[in-house]
C-alpha cells in the first residue's frame, strides 16, 4: 500500500514549523555529507532560519572557499551569479 502525498504548504504551528525545520535540516545535511562520500564530490550547504539563524555544511574545505570557487568558475563561464 503506497503512502499517501504530504501537501507542501507552510506550517502555521511555530513550534511545529521549528522542529520540522530542525529534522529537515538534519536531514539535508546527512544526504550532502553521503554525496560527497559516496560521489567524492565537494558539497556545501547553506541555510538560513525563519528567524535569521545561519546553518552551513561543507564536505572538506570552509563553505566560503568553495562559494569561492563557484563564483570564478561562474564568472568564467560568463554566468550570472548572485551569490
Same mark, same amino acid.
Given at each position: 500500500?503506497?503512502r ?17 525545520f530542525?529534522?529537515?535540516r538534519? !536531514? =539535508?545535511?546527512?544526504?550532502a555529507?553521503?554525496l560527497?562520500? =559516496?560521489?567524492?564530490?565537494e ?8 528567524? !535569521? ?6 564536505s572538506s ?16 563561464? !560568463?554566468?550570472?551569479?548572485? =551569490?
Amino acid at each position: 500500500m503506497a503512502r499517501e502525498k504530504i501537501k507542501i504548504k507552510k506550517i502555521d504551528n511555530v513550534t511545529a514549523r521549528q522542529v520540522t525545520f530542525s529534522k529537515r535540516r538534519r !536531514g =539535508l545535511f546527512k544526504k550532502a555529507e553521503e554525496l560527497s562520500v =559516496l560521489c567524492d564530490a565537494e558539497v556545501a550547504v547553506i541555510i538560513f532560519s525563519a528567524t !535569521g539563524k545561519l546553518f552551513e555544511y561543507s564536505s572538506s574545505r570552509s563553505v566560503t572557499v568553495i562559494t569561492d570557487d563557484f563564483k570564478a568558475l561562474s564568472a568564467a563561464a !560568463g554566468l550570472t551569479t548572485t =551569490l
